[in-house]
């Protein structure tokens, strides 16, 4: 009915489309006016193969990449009964509470919002009973789905996830995807189960991850497949096409949440894969080394961008060559990396010889090396 009654609305806009074209209306103008509405309502299965079926959603998502997806289920007609996000929080240097912006586009698009702390909570499951969905979509959502949950919507419910799973399941797939130096990831459309990302694979579209790629710029890709994805993929749920495999055992990985530590530049690892951490955190969370000073405590910068240089044998850490011509050579546990843009403490991103006018630098100088051990992907 919902299908239908989505299919009557688009006949009545074409039929209105008549009336706002053209001269004076023909009489077969005059009789499309009438028919299209009630053809519509009458026998939808006609129409069925040039509308796809409009089904009604639960959406549960926070951050920008979930706020695409929302945009692109109500942009293709679904029903956005309900949408669910994280409680506001503080944001930015001045800590002021903000919306996320899920809230802020399901509040433009004018969508019933929910907030609950946990869903756990017999209030909210009861409120998600009410709305009668015919399936949950969920996107860096960022609160555990329990079984009674997952059973609610006809459907069951379905995750946008940012990988080529089962490789990085998690958190925070994106970044440690260029991170690891992989050349390709994707979107999985997975059926989520009580599992960490452990559902069925009911859609996968593949993205190469470009030399140049960013965490930021990979993010924004991904943002827009996984839109197109989960669009494609409702399309073939509701016709009973959208396919199903498990994910296999072999090629497991994990994508652990960003934290401070990770932040931290460990100068032993092969240049290589220095250059891809900094790619992976830009721009959040930024990677940082602390520079050692004689008599006093070390000065943290952040790095932005660097390049793989020549081989040196030298300590991790040691700084080879620094001024503006020569540029900013540090040695790593396999070669050298030349830094290229840095950032001090309350100051803004610089080219390194701009960095180094400000920042003193001396070859023989070392930059700290963090006592983690090196993570093995």
Known sequence: MRAAAAGAA??????????????????????????????WYRFPFVFSCCDPAVLRLIFAGTPDFAASALAALA???????LVLTRADQPAGRGRAVQQSAVKQLALQRGFAVEQPRTLRDEVIQQRLYEVAADVMVVAAYGLILPAAVLQIPR???????ASLLPRWRGAAPIQRAIEAGDAETGITIMQMDEGLDTGAMRLIEREPIRPDDTGGSLHDRLAALGARAIVAALAQLEAGTLPSRPQPEAGVTYAHKLGRADAAIDWRAPAARIVDKLRAFDPVPGATATLLREGGAGETVKVWR???????????GTILRADAAAGLAVACGDGVVELLELQKAGARRLPVADFLRGFPVAAGERFAVPETTLQQS
């Open 10 to 39: 688009h006949a009545a806009d074409a039929a209105q489309a008549l009336h706002r074209t053209g001269p004076a209306p023909t009489l077969s103008e005059r009789f499309l006016r009438i028919l299209l509405p009630f053809a």
């Open 155 to 161: 459907l069951g419910c379905l995750n946008i996830h």
């Open 306 to 316: 660097a390049r793989v240089a020549e081989d040196a044998a030298h300590a991790p």
């Open 75 to 81: 942009d293709a007609g679904h029903d956005v009964a």
